[in-house]
Nanobody
């Protein structure tokens, strides 16, 4: 059973920074890709950023130049560095992991989310 746990959320003033972490536990043979998504009240969940095991990244236009996604391969831990935060970044942030088991079966897992609140 693979579990994802997000941490690092909190309350920050506009212009501030936060670093989210996505810690994995369980038997993961290979991470194919990791992504961060967010969901604001009354809105649908949206993509924030993704990274493949080859290091290719993709960002939502709204966060380009402010957010950076990364993976620590040795620890199977992902990060989302968020700078120059804006009130519209306020949301619950979710980690998503696409991974292979020892038997090369592909799974997709979600964390429980961490709240990010940016005050103006």
């Amino acid at each position: 059973q693979v579990q994802l746990v997000e941490s690092g959320g909190g309350l920050v003033q506009a212009g501030g920074s936060l670093r989210l972490s996505c810690t994995t536990s369980g038997s993961i043979d290979k991470i194919n890709a990791m992504g961060w998504y967010r969901q604001a009240p009354g809105k649908e969940r949206e993509l924030v950023a993704t990274i493949t095991n080859g290091g290719r990244t993709n960002y939502a236009d709204s966060v380009k130049g402010r957010f950076t996604i990364s993976i620590e391969d040795a620890e199977n831990t992902g990060y989302l560095q968020m700078n120059s935060l804006k009130p519209e970044d306020t949301a619950v942030y979710y980690c998503n992991l696409n991974w292979n088991s020892d038997y090369e079966v592909t799974f997709n897992s979600w964390g429980q989310g961490t709240q990010v609140t940016v005050s103006s």
